[in-house]
């Protein structure tokens, strides 16, 4: 039989058995752990094996950590970690520092170059190769950095 633990996003928790999705008996059960508990932003479903599967609801926030960041950085720090650097690929350009920018911005021009919608070889390169976590991470970093 399979079994769902459904969490919503503060930590809360709900079992489903597979004989109650097929008995019809879930709007029963959500009635007694309240429809708010699946009302909340996300959940995640645990299946038999365990492995996770996101809600068709909205994707679980990414959450930046700065800590993470700082062991992530080992790409960025060549060019933004050197005051006043210079790069001659593709032009020769002043290397902007990061240190101290809004997260959101940061995350925001990591996945633009990510996707292409930010054109620079190198920062496109680098950031392909980067998750979604990696940058939140090194946007919490960056941000917290003077």
Known sequence: MLRFRLFNTGGDMLNITQQSF????????????????LASASFVAFGLNGAMAQSAGAPAAVVGNAAAGAKKNSMCIGCH????????????????KIGGQSQAYLE?????????DRPNPSMTGIAKALSDQDIADLAAYYANQK
């Open 81 to 96: 970690g050197i005051p006043n650097y210079k790069t001659a690929f593709p032009v020769t350009y002043r290397v902007p």
């Open 108 to 116: 925001a021009a990591l996945k633009a170059y990510r996707s292409g």
């Open 22 to 37: 097929q008995k019809g008996l879930v709007g029963t059960l959500c009635a007694k752990a309240s429809l708010a508990f």
